[in-house]
């Protein structure tokens, strides 16, 4: 079955800095790849997603990027915040029908300071 | 509008009892999805309702497991004779489906003890 290597586990920034997390996935027939952010104590919120007929993905400080060949992804964050820090986790699947079940990786808590 | 929530927020309960876990999906939604999140992980899969019917329950991890969907809104995810290794949170995530929407969006969750 599908296996999503993140990394890193944890990621230090200054306020203003880039963060970048990455993502690897093992099968090729995964077609969809969500971010979400999770806050102590709160459910995982989507915050981006990108289809495997797409390269690239931008949502003001956000963006994703996806090497189908490679089999990575990864989440580029900007001008981060504060108010960035959480827990963000990557997804991999493979939609058929409607019925996607998502792969995890297993997260990168981004630490922003001020 | 409303998003996804789930009940209890937090339950504690001693080994080898039954618990019910509640899921409210957003109106509208179609696919129910549980997923369990231990401590430093990412949530893994348990199963999958499209309408009333379980579509795919491979991720639950044995028969002590179960979840319903009668009326094809609200889910219960039930869990019998519980262990110490059940605890864990439990989310539960809602998805459209129709017109190639194949977002998922969780609820805050349920944090299950056993003791």
Redesign the interface.
């Known amino acids: 079955g599908e296996n999503v290597e993140q990394h890193p586990s944890t990621l230090s920034v200054q306020e203003g800095d880039s963060a970048v997390i990455k993502c690897t996935y093992s099968d090729s027939a995964s077609n969809y790849f969500p971010w979400y952010k999770q806050e102590l104590g709160k459910g995982p919120q989507l915050i981006i997603d990108i289809r495997s007929n797409v390269g690239e993905k931008k949502d003001q400080r956000i963006a994703v990027t996806l090497n189908k060949t490679a089999k990575h992804f990864s989440l580029h964050i900007t001008e981060t915040q504060p108010e960035d820090s959480a827990v963000y986790f990557c997804a991999a699947s493979i939609v058929d029908t409607g019925f996607q079940k998502l792969v995890f990786g297993t997260g990168t808590r981004l630490l922003v300071s001020p | 509008g409303a998003g996804?929530s789930q009940t209890p927020s937090n339950k504690v309960t001693e080994k080898g009892k039954y618990v019910e876990l509640r899921c409210d999906p957003i109106s509208g939604h179609?696919?129910l999805?549980w997923?369990r999140q231990s401590l430093?992980?990412?949530?893994?899969?348990l199963i999958?309702f499209?309408g009333t019917g379980a579509?795919?329950d491979s991720?639950l991890p044995n028969d002590r497991f179960f979840a319903v969907r009668p009326e094809g809104s609200v889910s219960t995810l039930k869990i019998q004779r519980t262990e110490r290794g059940d605890s864990a949170v439990y989310?539960c995530a809602s998805?459209l489906?129709?017109g190639g929407a194949?977002?998922?969006?969780?609820?805050?969750?349920t944090r299950l003890t056993v003791t």
């Open positions: 996804v179609t696919a999805y997923y430093g992980q990412g949530p893994e899969f999958y499209q579509a795919d991720g989310l998805s489906t129709a194949y977002e998922q969006y969780f609820g805050p969750g």
